[in-house]
């Protein structure tokens, strides 16, 4: 006979999460604003409840058990669907303040709808957006300055265990302008965008390991005037596929490039808005218009 297993608590699936998406009960104790022995202890109540080890508890990182992989995908559902019905109790009269960082990459074809459908749910709330890199939002997000950030997550140079919660993969596409055929001059002419340290690097290193010289004429983290350089022919670029006009030419290997990796887009937020009903109904927003999928 199964023996009888208590509810599962709300707190406890929001502790686990947040270990396994910072990597350490240390970095976790602070996005949820306990002490680590409170996480600790949150830890074990909810393996008990569960009778199983979640956790492989190593020297350096902590790594999921069988049966923590099959509880993580539950306990996102359960957390996410728990704030949509505070949201949803709550209705009309949430308001306040929610501060958004996203790259401009990404305004036009995913926060767009976002913000569009929000405003209709949520007059009364008052959203403030900015447009930067993911590597100056980040920061932002750590400080307190922004409650939502959108962002590209280029971990493997910064030495940190994923942040936030994933959403979906971004292809990275070659793009040329067809009349100008700036993908046949030698050396290769590039405009960069910021892609992050490691993207930027695979992205030279792939047409390097093809024997192929090149010369960077643009570097900016700013994506119009990447774009108005490869309008005029001067380069070809490395765009996320969300971002490209229609009108631009999409280049592969059958050009002379390299295949281009995907990037991981994340939804980041501040431990300080934790409390927040305002960033609590953005959050779930964000969440179901982009179709997440735990």
Known sequence: MVGEMNDLQIDWLRTF??????????????????????????????????????????????????????????????????????????????????AVGVPDDYVASYFAPILRTFANRFAEVEISVVCEPSSSLLPRIDRGDLDLALVTRDMATRGEPNRGIFLFYEPLVWVASDQHEAWRKNPLPLALHELGNRFRGEVLAGIAALGRDYRVVYSSHNLTGQLAVVEAGLAVAALARSSVP??????????????????????????????????????????QVLNFQP
């Not at 937020?269 to 109904?281: C, F, T, Y």
């Open 246 to 287: 229609s009108h631009f030419k999409l280049l592969d290997t059958r050009h002379g490039l390299p295949e281009l990796p995907k990037m991981e887009v994340a939804l980041v937020r501040s431990k300080d808005s934790k409390r927040s009903a305002a960033v609590d109904a953005m959050h779930s927003e964000v969440l």
């Open 17 to 98: 999460v947040a270990v396994v998406d910072t990597g350490s009960i240390t970095a976790a104790s602070r996005q949820v604003s306990r002490s680590q022995s409170a996480v600790s202890m949150q830890l074990k109540k909810l393996e008990e409840c569960v009778g199983s080890s979640l956790l492989n508890r190593g020297p350096r990182h902590l790594s999921l058990t069988p049966p923590g992989f099959d509880l993580l995908a539950y306990a996102r559902q359960l957390i996410e669907l728990h704030g949509r019905a505070q949201i949803a109790m709550r209705g009309s009269t949430v308001s306040g303040k929610v």
